[in-house]
């Protein structure tokens, strides 16, 4: 950031992922963070193209030849969608300075047909263990960055970690919470509602929950039959300003995941309303949440229950602070011009070390970071 | 072919799909006619790559990542392997004077990001309709070759049709055939076995099927309520000598298809064995049949009929004559290597004539040609 070198100028292509516009209107995570990259960009004065779909919305260059969501127009072919946007933008690779992928794996395996410009991915996460083999294969040829230092394959080199961050504008800081502790997400058993519920409970106060029910089977048996509007109560997904005002009223939001998180936007999107966190020690929460400043890093359920009654003690100004000197939207664009100035120094990823090495020859199924489908593990290592 | 310029030491990238090996043990019908393409340019002098399986076999130069097929290990994911596949060669596509692609559209797509060298797409067959949008948009990136003049999209430009081949040493010449008709398919109601049956017992003759169910349903409610063993007698999937027998000493083979066939292999190995085709007049069968020569181009079940008391009028030595001279590997060859002299001498596909722009417009589920999976035509046109 400071000091270094002007990226003015510079010639970036963005690549989009074509599930929902850049940015979304409701869900969209990767298409969020991938136009917010790209307007961040602009607004520092670089020459962005956004390779997204044609109903999407931004400050500079728009390019598209999938006019609008997949998700959002079924009669698509997926397959075909994505591949012709990706060569689209493949097809015109000489006339960038640089290329910044946010579209997972694929996009690697069209670079390895070009010899430039230099080409960054940031993997928003391993959908699958075998996406792993199509990123080892085009390591050469890609330079990485994470979304958290836990969200990273031991096999790969990442050039940074490049938090994503929100616009503390966007979120009312209130310095009077209410008595509630807040959940906010998918109903998934890795999500931790019924922890959530154990911990309010236990602790005696009340609880609000908010998100829609992923896991059917899962939200019926251990969800929905402690929910009785008082202790614990039910609002469906919420958006916007019902949003701001679960967050911003809580005494703090409850996180006790039971899988690795992998970022976390609503950590921060709470922090930014004043709330601290309860969460969980694993994954992403250590890096997010400062443990005893802006809530507490729980290694149970038990170490959570203890933790409630000291959450007033904490302040909330200083969870708003946090945000804004580390989760920014405008410190994530200081992370990334920093990415981007090393790859353009070094031009060509390094090779891999012969640590990296072995941990890619190593079970794909025994990895620190998360996957968001694990299979059963095969009986033999499948290959490709 | 005769007197044309030698090809001898052009440099070959043929890119085969990794669905099986090439050449697969069984079925694998894309697989078969690439390594039979492969094995041929190299008899002819060209320096050929085959990229393909591992477990392929080739006399020249044999490229892989996929160590074996698709469908022979279910562990490895096939996205990643075929991407991979795909970009192993195109990494590598300066180092050859042409590529020639047997591996559908989306090869296509990872060429629009390399200039060089001349790309030949043989187009084995159309999935379903959305596929056409990836053909369109890199139609200035590859030329095509089609396997019969009926299987053409008229919305794009072909160098030429290059018809599959067999080698008629490998199918024994019968002078005598037997009593009965064949039948060999898959049984799916498009093949038309049921209408085999029906031929068969009007024309009060012996009728030999053979094939996989590939449609249960319509085996067991159309067809094997029919098998008895002695009218209509059903051997499963015939391979090597049993094949060789079953085609050689039937009257004819009947192939009263009701979807348009795009090449059909079988039609050929049959009049190898000297056995004329009894075929429906769709899709490929007016150019591969000979009418009243290698057997009879029909347009009615009922017509069908009437021929079958004509077919010992029929020369067998003139069917087996008529492979030789038009189905021969050899002949293959010869269609390509001049499609590639006309790939070379041209470098880049010409741009699209208006009639094939509107045909592009046009709805695709209104075409002359066949798909392999047809869906339900939507209420709006697809797009992509």
Known sequence: MSGETSLAGLKVALLSPVSWPSPPAGYGPWEQVASDVAEGLFRRGLDVTLFATGNSR??????????????????????????????????????????????????????????????????????????????????????????????????????????????????????????????????????????????????????????????RAYFDEAIAPHVDGDAVQLLGEVRGAERDALLGGAL?????????????LTLIEAMACGTPVLGAAMGSVPEIVRDGVTGF????????????????SLSRAACRAHVAATFSIDRMIDRYLDAYRTALRLGTPPPPTAEQLRWRAHDWWDRPMAFTDLPPKPATRPRV
Request: charge should be negative; hydrophobic fraction near 45%; aromatic fraction near 10%.
């Open 58 to 215: 931004f400050s500079g260059r728009l390019e598209a030849v999938v006019p609008v969501g997949l998700n959002e127009d079924p009669d698509q072919n997926a397959d075909v969608a994505i591949a012709l946007h990706i060569a689209h933008l493949f097809e015109r690779a000489g006339e960038f300075d640089l290329i910044h992928n946010h579209l997972d794996w694929k996009p690697l395996t069209y670079a390895l047909a070009t010899t430039a410009p230099p080409l960054v991915t940031t993997i928003h996460g391993f959908s699958a263990p075998p996406i792993l083999g199509a990123y080892y294969a085009a390591a050469r040829r890609s330079f990485f960055c994470s979304i958290s230092d836990a969200d990273r394959d031991p096999g790969l080199a990442y050039l940074a970690t490049t938090y994503n961050g929100v616009d503390p504008a966007k979120f009312t800081f209130v310095e009077q919470p209410g008595e509630y502790l807040a959940f906010m997400a998918r109903f998934h058993p890795e999500k931790g509602a019924h922890l959530a519920i154990e911990l309010a409970r236990r602790a005696g106060i009340r609880l609000k929950i908010a998100g829609i029910p992923h896991d």
């Open 252 to 264: 703090a939001l409850v996180h006790l995941t039971t899988r690795p998180e992998r970022f976390g």
């Open 297 to 312: 890093v729980c290694a149970s359920v038990d170490e959570a229950v203890g933790r409630v009654p000291q959450l007033p």
